[in-house]
């Protein structure tokens, strides 16, 4: 079946250090998302790329879609505490019935040190 | 604001003791989902409605079952908790030609 992986799992960084999660499909993907779930929270949408070898910045976070759209990277320069959370990534799951259905990865456990 | 809704925000029940967990969204959104999610786990999707169109997902135990009565609400009762479901239950929603999904804040089940 579909398979969504991520890594690292945790990370662990100092304030101010740069930190990247990545995200690899074992299919090809219309689209990924990505959601951040902050300590005890939710999980909350932060963008969605669509097309292949698309780059969108968020202030200190960049996110890219591979060129075979299977892969994607979420980098944030100089990390702050508020940085702190899960970070998920998620593509359609594949299938005839599966609208609207999300495969999400492992996630990615980031921790900040002050 | 509109937004997705989950009630209660914390759950305390007994072992076999039956519990519903309840999720309202403004969003007039025709997509709702449930999800169980495990400490330091992804959500795990237990099923979810296309408008009335109940979809189950092969892995989700009996135990769980769910009850949309309109756009709305949707509800998630736990026939007999074991201690295996404390967990947080997320509620999500999404519509047709959106593709995101919008959770809601959860509500956390701890079983004695």
Known sequence: ?114 | DAMVIQNPRYQVTQFGKPVTLSCSQTLNHNVMYWYQQKSSQAPKLLFHYYDKDFNNEADTPDNFQSRRPNTSFCFLDIRSPGLGDAAMYLCATSREGLRTQYFGPGTRLLVL
């Open chain 1, 1 to 114: 079946g579909q398979q969504v992986m991520q890594i690292p799992q945790y990370q662990h960084v100092q304030e101010g250090e740069d930190f990247t999660t990545y995200c690899n499909s074992s299919t090809t993907l219309s689209n990924i998302q990505w959601y951040k779930q902050r300590p005890g929270g939710h999980p909350v949408f932060l963008i969605q790329l669509v097309k292949s070898g698309e780059v969108k910045k968020q202030k200190r976070l960049t996110f890219q879609f591979g060129e075979a759209k299977k892969n994607s990277s979420l980098h944030i320069t100089a990390t702050q505490t508020t940085d702190v959370g899960t970070y998920f990534c998620a593509g359609p799951t594949a299938g005839g019935t599966s609208y609207g259905k999300l495969t999400f990865g492992q996630g990615t456990i980031l921790t900040v040190h002050p």
